[in-house]
């Protein structure tokens, strides 16, 4: 599977965005999917994971409550919507996606990398 993020960009502090993770190539619903960040000189870390029927999601303590992931099988994407967003939001943002559910807070368990999109939150 071919993954595509988009809908990165310049925000302000409290603003808003929404990403999403277009896959083609496989049906995206045998995939669980999830959001990783890279910021400057840091290691890519997790931030949202959605399980392939979309009913089962997990967030990174840091994103929790302002962040929410979504899934979309019949358009084969994942929605990543990010409020109240904060300078340290600031990243580029990845999508993965895998064929199991195991370890998904590590970049290590997906197989398939969207190639990333910059979020910009300016203080």
């Known amino acids: 599977v071919q993954l595509q993020a988009s809908g990165g960009g310049f925000v302000q502090t409290g603003g808003s965005l929404r990403l999403s993770c277009k896959a083609s190539g496989h049906s995206f619903r045998s995939y669980s999917a999830g959001w990783f960040r890279q910021g400057p000189g840091k290691e890519r870390e997790f931030v949202a994971y959605?399980?392939?029927?979309?009913?089962?999601?997990s967030y990174a303590d840091s994103v929790k409550g302002r962040f929410t992931i979504s899934r979309d099988n019949a358009k084969n994407t994942v929605h990543l919507q990010m409020n109240s967003l904060k300078p340290e939001d600031t990243a580029v943002y990845y999508c993965?996606?895998?064929?199991?559910?195991?370890?998904?807070?590590?970049?290590?368990?997906?197989?398939?990398w969207g190639q990333g999109t910059q979020v910009t939150v300016s203080s």
């Open positions: 959605i399980n392939w029927s979309g009913g089962g999601t």
């Open positions: 993965a996606a895998q064929t199991s559910a195991q370890a998904y807070r590590r970049p290590n368990a997906y197989g398939y």
